[in-house]
């Protein structure tokens, strides 16, 4: 099992410029989560997904939008990107009550 | 609201010294879960452990073990004769189990460095 991976590691984005953060999990998790992660601060939640078609709110949704069509695969989508969203994104899935996290994605805009 | 503080941001010990890492949680609900992961320079997260509210028992790991103490409401973590490779950022988290998704709550995390 590769477990939960996130493309890409890094990505320098322009001001104003969309993309989607890739996170994919082979483990047949119905839970998924997006979190991000700002310089000396804790991971907060983005968006979170219950099982495919199913996704809801964390605390830090603003400027975020997510889908979730299969099982496997929970995409972050930005698409105004603004330099309050430079951060470390980290994607996860639940089994029981352990969250399994991705190695996470670097974004910086400016 | 569900809130995680752990006051100390850094923390330098020289190895083979105990050190312990504060965690203080705030929530309303009566079934929860209370973790520790530990983030190296790399960058990833490590799961460590993982409490819930109905088992107060201190856990041990080797050097690690954890004290759970609802009447405080804290969850710290014991580092026992510490070593370089402990140098990372620690964070204590809270799992609000109510409703269909469980959602964590990070604390700001203490970044420990051991040195030699």
């Known amino acids: 099992n590769a477990g939960v991976t996130q493309t890409p590691k890094f990505r320098i984005l322009k001001i104003g410029q969309s993309m989607t953060l890739q996170c994919t999990q082979d483990?047949?998790?119905?839970?998924m989560y997006w979190y991000r992660q700002d310089p000396g601060m804790g991971l907060k939640l983005i968006y979170y997904?219950?099982?495919?078609?199913?996704?809801d709110k964390g605390e830090v949704p603003n400027g975020y939008n997510v889908s979730r069509s299969t099982t496997e695969d929970f995409p972050l989508r930005l698409e105004l990107a603004a330099p309050s969203q430079t951060s470390v994104y980290f994607c996860?899935?639940?089994?029981?009550?352990?969250?399994?996290f991705g190695p996470g994605t670097r974004l910086t805009v400016t | 609201a569900q809130k995680v503080t752990q006051a100390q941001t850094e923390i330098s010990v020289v190895e083979k010294e105990d050190v312990t890492l504060d965690c203080v949680y705030e929530t309303r609900d009566t079934t929860y879960y209370l973790f520790w992961y530990k983030q190296p320079p790399s960058g990833e997260l490590v799961f460590l452990i993982r409490?819930?509210?109905?088992?107060?028992q201190n856990e041990i790991s080797g050097r690690y073990s954890w004290n759970f103490q609802k009447s405080t409401s804290s969850f710290n973590f014991t580092i026992t004769a510490s070593q370089v490779v402990d140098s990372a950022v620690y964070f204590c988290a809270l799992s609000e189990e109510t409703g269909t998704a469980s959602k964590l709550t990070f604390g700001t995390g203490t970044r420990l460095q051991v040195t030699l």
């Open positions: 409490r819930n509210s109905f088992d107060e």
């Open positions: 483990m047949n998790h119905n839970y």
């Open positions: 997904s219950v099982g495919a078609g199913i996704t």
């Open positions: 996860a899935s639940k089994r029981g009550y352990e969250q399994y």
